[in-house]
């Protein structure tokens, strides 16, 4: 019951915006979503030690990494739709947008996040997968929200690009279900994840394995992984600053929620050899392409994209140690990265809207001249690059320590080389951006209140999570042990 | 009754792949379309064929959401997305004749790579399945060499064909609550394309894909 209403109150808000043309929509869509992630918050406590739950007649099942995945989702909606209010009133006053097509935004974005929550809570690889696949759908449209000829290029190549992964993905899917039933599966509930798990000793290892590859292929297209990554950058560049964060912050790692849970039935049937080798590959192979494009970024929108390419390549490098430690890692780097990503392409739409320009070299002494938004850019920054206190620099050490632990050792060393390149570049970047006197003297209004808070308190919860672990730690260690043997 | 039953699953399967590789030789649009409509009807007979054969309701079901979403909806949009009948392919970034030599070459691939699911299936289907993965790769090679927005979007559908084609021989379907959710997503990704289309149209006029270059590092 708690989970079709934890599903149906992000549409509720959708609702509310064909219902009231104005602004109020968008406080009833941030209070919904409010509600959304108190609900969320009660089933990850109730799933710590308890049966899983379910609801819609067995269609919906939160045991704790769903609930898990469903408060990082709650958490980054209720930051989206809070500055979401702001961006489409300064979109509808600057004429750059008709209320029209605000209200299709706010429809949108409510729909987007239903559709992540569907997918982290369906009992059904197969209902994952129609989830995965209406994200893309949805949020072809919020990319190519502002109709510039950059963002219709951009919501063409990611509409592509993700079809052609997400197809791959249902093959892989279809290799998994066909295992399923010469395993002795009933064909309605072979695609349960549940009984895939209970029947992985006897699925046949090389579909599987062939299964499993296109998956990760897959789905690690939407997740941002190399070799299908080059849609990640021009989307989260031109859709608009919450979409952006809701797609960086937490679209990539509801998508590799997917590899994780295909992860545990091929680990179950084939041992881990196999995973590992795969997720080692793409993830060593995206940390080198983000490395050497950061480099060279002009952009600070497409820095921040290519820095969500490094952190799923650390992700998949922690997925493929594979022992509950490193998978409580990984989990913890998904929370802390959603967060500090979301804040950091908040605040970077609020930049753009006061300098004009999404390029690096347009922007200059930004601590000087706007020093609410740059303080909080630069803070965002130095958590993202993983420095304490916040929780990316907990959890890239549990990471670490895991991979040694699991003899990934050498692929840590590689991971942490190209960490350092980056985080040399975005140094250089950030500190063009962010430094220097200002040029004319000039006093520019500070963002109001209501939109500075939330961004700051984005990264007060990603330090508090780095300092204090222990309102997540009981449910990182169950979520953790529900993907692992 | 069981010959007929696989030569008629053959000949449909058989259709779907032949659909395909005439989408690399046609560059009108018009005459595409007809390809498309095939090749969505053929998909559906295969699922029909299966359906009666294990007289399962539900992959019956499946085979009418298919023809109707396939057959019909899906051509029907993308007539509406071209640009008329002068919208086409001039100048492919791979020929015609070459794109068929390696659209046989690719065929003869998929039935070596897909030999091991073809023995672990078996039976007429599993003998198949091939012919699913060969239009899966034919369908990368149109998304790869065509340049008009309405190919790629064909190119799109090949894939997604030949992925369902593979699901109907080897499992007899998903489950029918998940075909309609793929079916239906696979329709609003059509609908989504299409209306992509006709604003990069408005906005750029009669254009080749790779001259989108507004966004680079």
């Known amino acids: 019951m708690v989970l079709d209403m934890i599903l149906?109150?992000?549409?509720?808000?959708?609702?509310?915006?064909?219902?009231?043309?104005?602004?109020?929509?968008?406080?009833?869509?941030?209070?919904v979503n409010g509600v959304a992630l108190a609900l969320g918050v009660w089933v990850a406590i109730r799933a710590v030690g308890n049966a899983p739950l379910s609801g819609a007649e067995g269609l919906l099942r939160a045991d704790a990494l769903s609930a898990f995945m469903v408060v990082v989702i709650g958490t980054i909606a209720l930051l989206a739709s809070w500055i979401g209010v702001r961006t489409m009133a300064v979109e509808v006053a600057g004429g750059r947008c008709t209320p029209r097509r605000a209200t299709t935004y706010g429809v949108l974005v409510q729909a987007f996040v239903a559709a992540m929550l569907l997918a982290v809570l369906a009992a059904n690889v197969g209902v994952l997968w129609v989830a995965v696949e209406a994200t893309t759908i949805i949020t072809v449209f919020l990319v190519g929200h502002r109709r510039t000829r950059g963002a219709l290029e951009a919501s063409w190549k990611y509409l592509v690009i993700c079809s052609v992964g997400i197809a791959l993905a249902f093959f892989g899917t279809v290799l998994v279900y066909l295992c399923a039933l010469h395993a002795g599966g009933h064909s309605a509930s072979a695609l349960d994840w549940t009984s895939l798990m209970a029947r992985a000793r006897h699925l046949d290892p090389s579909v599987l394995r062939l299964g499993f590859a296109l998956i990760v292929l897959g789905y690690g297209t939407k997740v941002?992984?190399?070799?299908?990554?080059?849609?990640?950058?021009?989307?989260?560049?031109?859709?608009?600053?919450?979409?952006?964060?809701?797609?960086?912050?937490?679209?990539?790692?509801?998508?590799?929620?997917?590899?994780?849970?295909?992860?545990?039935?091929?680990?179950?049937?084939?041992?881990?050899?196999?995973?590992?080798?795969?997720?080692?590959?793409?993830?060593?192979?995206?940390?080198?392409?983000?490395?050497?494009?950061?480099?060279?970024?002009?952009?600070?929108?497409?820095?921040?994209a290519y820095h969500s390419i490094e952190h799923m390549g650390l992700i998949a490098l922690g997925a493929a140690a594979g022992i509950p430690l490193a998978i409580a890692g990984v989990l913890l780097h998904i929370f802390g990265h959603g967060l500090a990503k979301s804040v950091l392409f908040l605040t970077s739409g609020e930049i753009m809207a006061a300098e004009g320009t999404s390029r690096i070299d347009g922007v200059h002494a930004l601590l000087a001249r706007r020093p609410t938004l740059g303080g909080v850019f630069g803070i965002g920054l130095v958590a993202l690059l993983g420095l304490p206190p916040f929780s990316l620099f907990s959890s890239e050490l549990l990471m670490a320590r895991a991979e040694f632990q699991a003899g990934l050792g050498w692929a840590a060393v590689v991971?942490?080389?190209?960490?350092?390149?980056?985080?040399?570049?975005?140094?250089?970047?950030?500190?063009?951006?962010?430094?220097?006197?200002?040029?004319?003297?000039?006093?520019?209004?500070?963002?109001?209140?209501?939109?500075?808070?939330?961004?700051?308190?984005?990264?007060?919860?990603?330090?508090?999570?780095?300092?204090?672990?222990?309102?997540?730690?009981?449910?990182?260690?169950?979520?953790?042990?529900?993907?692992?043997? | 009754m069981s010959s007929a039953y696989s030569s008629t699953l053959t000949l449909a399967a058989g259709a779907v792949l032949i659909c395909a590789v005439v989408v690399l030789w046609v560059t009108s649009t018009r005459s595409m379309l007809i390809v498309v409509a095939t090749q969505g009807t053929a998909l559906g007979c295969v699922a029909m064929t299966l359906g009666v054969h294990v007289g399962d309701a539900g992959l019956i079901a499946t085979a009418a959401v298919e023809l109707a979403v396939k057959g019909l909806a899906i051509p029907v949009l993308i007539d509406r997305a071209a640009g008329g009948a002068l919208d086409r392919e001039r100048r492919p970034l791979v020929n015609v004749p070459a794109s068929l030599v390696a659209s046989a070459a690719l065929i003869v691939l998929a039935f070596t790579a897909a030999r091991g699911v073809a023995t672990f299936v078996g039976a007429t289907s599993g003998a198949l399945v091939p012919v699913g993965v060969a239009t899966l790769l034919v369908g990368f090679l149109v998304l790869?060499?065509?340049?008009?927005?309405?190919?790629?979007?064909?190119?799109?559908?090949?894939?997604?064909?030949?992925?369902?084609?593979?699901?109907?021989?080897?499992?007899?379907?998903?489950?029918?609550?998940?075909?309609?959710?793929?079916?239906?997503?696979?329709?609003?990704?059509?609908?989504?394309?299409?209306?992509?289309?006709?604003r990069l149209r408005s906005e750029f006029g009669d254009l080749d894909l790779d001259e989108l270059r507004e966004l680079h590092d």
């Open chain 1, 224 to 304: 941002g992984l190399v070799p299908l990554h080059s849609w990640l950058p021009d989307a989260h560049s031109q859709a608009p600053a919450p979409v952006s964060a809701l797609m960086s912050g937490v679209l990539l790692t509801v998508a590799f929620y997917a590899i994780l849970r295909f992860k545990a039935v091929t680990d179950a049937a084939l041992g881990p050899g196999f995973s590992r080798t795969l997720l080692v590959v793409v993830a060593l192979a995206s940390l080198a392409v983000a490395a050497s494009l950061l480099l060279t970024q002009r952009d600070y929108k497409r820095m921040l």
């Open chain 2, 144 to 198: 790869v060499s065509r340049r008009r927005p309405i190919f790629q979007m064909v190119g799109l559908l090949l894939v997604d064909n030949g992925i369902a084609l593979v699901a109907f021989l080897c499992t007899a379907g998903v489950p029918f609550l998940i075909e309609v959710g793929v079916s239906l997503d696979v329709l609003l990704a059509v609908v989504v394309l299409m209306v992509l289309a006709q």
């Open chain 1, 415 to 485: 991971a942490l080389v190209a960490m350092v390149v980056i985080f040399v570049a975005v140094v250089g970047h950030a500190r063009h951006m962010l430094l220097g006197a200002p040029s004319t003297p000039e006093t520019l209004a500070p963002p109001p209140a209501w939109v500075a808070t939330p961004l700051v308190m984005g990264l007060i919860a990603c330090g508090l999570i780095g300092i204090f672990a222990w309102p997540l730690s009981g449910l990182l260690e169950a979520a953790a042990h529900v993907v692992t043997p």
């Open chain 1, 8 to 31: 149906a109150l992000p549409l509720l808000g959708g609702a509310g915006f064909v219902a009231w043309r104005n602004q109020a929509a968008g406080w009833i869509a941030v209070a």
